[in-house]
């Protein structure tokens, strides 16, 4: 089944010690978003790809990073992770064009 | 912000009842969607109402769109165990740049 796959599931690093979450996606579709989402939170778009044309939020730390290096391929780099960054990071897909959004189930980031 | 307000945070029913579900927003919308969560897994789309639909049905989902009041229901009929999760309204705004805006979400307990 086409699909988005984020690995790992979970992720533990140390405070300060720079981490990078992936995602892969089998739709072949454009357009893809990476979301920070607290607990009891709705998600927060981080930024968005339209193919390799990126798109920071206005709220997104400096901090965080991506990277796009192909269609089915995106990276989310946090350089120096505080404890505050600890929590679900999303990535979706969708179509150009398209309404709908794939996600992917996520990786739980932890910060000791 | 322009994150959209659900109502309730919290619903716990009996299964087998029906479960209604309130999202209100802030913009001008090109549609709505609802997305469901469950527990630690990522968002999976529901159903899309476009801005100038003021119903929508799938299965035993019901949506219902008010423009003029910024608002949205979404009523699921005969509930079950497995309705267990989180549900998300989300909004398209209609500026074209394919970016969805999370509400609050409302987790739905179905008590078996």
């Known amino acids: 089944d086409a699909m988005v796959i984020q690995n790992p599931r979970y992720q533990v690093t140390q405070f300060g010690k720079p981490v990078t979450l992936s995602c892969s996606q089998t739709?072949?579709?454009?357009?893809m978003y990476w979301y920070q989402q607290k607990s009891s939170q709705a998600p927060k778009l981080l930024f968005h790809?339209?193919?390799?044309?990126?798109?920071n939020e206005a709220d997104t730390p400096d901090n965080f990073q991506s990277r796009r290096p192909n269609t089915s391929f995106c990276f989310l780099d946090i350089r120096s992770p505080g404890l505050g960054d600890a929590a679900m990071y999303l990535c979706?897909?969708?179509?150009?064009?398209?309404?709908?959004?794939?996600f992917g189930d996520g990786t739980r980031l932890s910060i000791l | 912000s322009q994150q959209g307000e659900e109502d309730p945070q919290a619903l716990s029913i009996q299964e087998g009842e029906n479960a209604t579900m309130n999202c209100s927003y802030k913009?001008?919308?090109?549609?709505l969607q609802w997305y469901r969560q469950n527990s630690g897994r990522g968002l999976v789309h529901l159903i899309l109402?476009?801005?100038?639909?003021r119903e929508k049905h799938s299965g035993r989902l019901r949506v219902t769109l008010d423009t003029s009041k910024k608002s949205s229901s979404l009523l699921i009929t005969a509930s079950r165990a497995a309705d267990t999760a989180s549900y998300f309204c989300?909004?398209?705004?209609?500026?074209?740049?394919?970016?969805?805006?999370f509400g609050t979400g409302t987790r739905l307990t179905i008590i078996p």
């Open positions: 979706a897909t969708s179509p150009m064009g398209g309404e709908t959004q794939h």
């Open positions: 739709l072949n579709h454009n357009v």
């Open positions: 790809y339209y193919d390799k044309d990126f798109n």
């Open positions: 913009t001008s919308i090109n549609n």
């Open positions: 109402i476009r801005s100038n639909e």
């Open positions: 989300a909004t398209e705004d209609n500026f074209g740049n394919e970016k969805l805006t």
